[in-house]
Antibody, heavy 117, light 112 residues
Framework: QVQLQESGPGLVKASETLSLTCTVSGGSISSYYWSWIRQPPGKGLEWIGYIYYSGSTNHNPSLKSRVTISVDTSKNQFSLKLNSVTAADTAVYYC???????????WGQGTLVTVSS | QSVLTQPPSVSGAPGQRVTISCTGSSSNIGAGYDVHWYQQLPGTAPKLLIY???NRPSGVPDRFSGSKSGTSASLAISGLQAEDEADYYC????????????FGGGTKLTVL
């Protein structure tokens, strides 16, 4: 059973960079597409992007220019950086494992990141 | 505005059957891409409920079923229980958005 745990600051200042890390346990880092998904308070889910263990990535076109996703296979971790944040980036950020069949099979518990002015 | 359209809310009494629709287009569901469904209980992370249009992960009751036809998909919940009250999201792949994985806007199910 794959388990994921997000970590990182819960408060980020506007115009700065949001940085989160997801630690993977109970599964192989090479088995899934490691993804980030966010959910603004009271709203729906938005896919941010994913990285494969090989380093290949894909991002939501609406966020692409601000998003960097990286992986550290030696630590079983992958990370998200979102730069130039605004209040609109305030959300619960989830890391998730996307199966090769394109569904998000495992999810972290989520972490709330608030962008302050 | 979500790429996949769901009704904002549905409701039903215990024991009844409800369906939640997910309407897409020719670049996602209509192109043959699979639809997946997630259940999000209040204050928790989403949980995979249905994958590949109509497959249930281990542990998901057979009261939950999925179907797909044309540019739409549906989630059906039979024998409604109070514990089914949650938000439900559909998800697919969209070929017109640079390989985006897309979600529906979500549907709040209320058990009366």
């Amino acid at each position: 059973q794959v388990q994921l745990q997000e970590s990182g600051p819960g408060l980020v200042k506007a115009s700065e960079t949001l940085s989160l890390t997801c630690t993977v346990s109970g599964g192989s880092i090479s088995s899934y597409y490691w993804s980030w998904i966010r959910q603004p308070p009271g709203k729906g889910l938005e896919w941010i992007g994913y990285i494969y263990y090989s380093g290949s990535t894909n991002h939501n076109p609406s966020l692409k220019s601000r998003v960097t996703i990286s992986v550290d296979t030696s630590k079983n971790q992958f990370s998200l950086k979102l730069n130039s944040v605004t209040a609109a980036d305030t959300a619960v950020y989830y890391c998730a494992a996307m199966d090769h069949a394109e569904h998000f099979q495992y999810w972290g518990q989520g972490t709330l990141v608030t962008v302050s002015s | 505005q979500s790429v996949l359209t769901q009704p904002p809310s549905v409701s039903g009494a215990p024991g009844q059957r409800v369906t939640i629709s997910c309407t897409g287009s020719s670049s996602n569901i209509g192109a043959g891409y699979d639809v997946h469904w997630y259940q999000q209980l209040p204050g928790t992370a989403p949980k995979l409920l249905i994958y590949g249009n109509n497959n249930r992960p281990s542990g998901v009751p057979d009261r939950f079923s999925g179907s797909k036809s044309g540019t739409s998909a549906s989630l059906a919940i039979s024998g409604l229980q109070a514990e089914d009250e949650a938000d439900y999201y559909c998800q697919s792949y969209d070929s017109s958005l640079s390989g985006s994985r897309v979600f529906g806007g979500g549907t709040k199910l209320t058990v009366l």
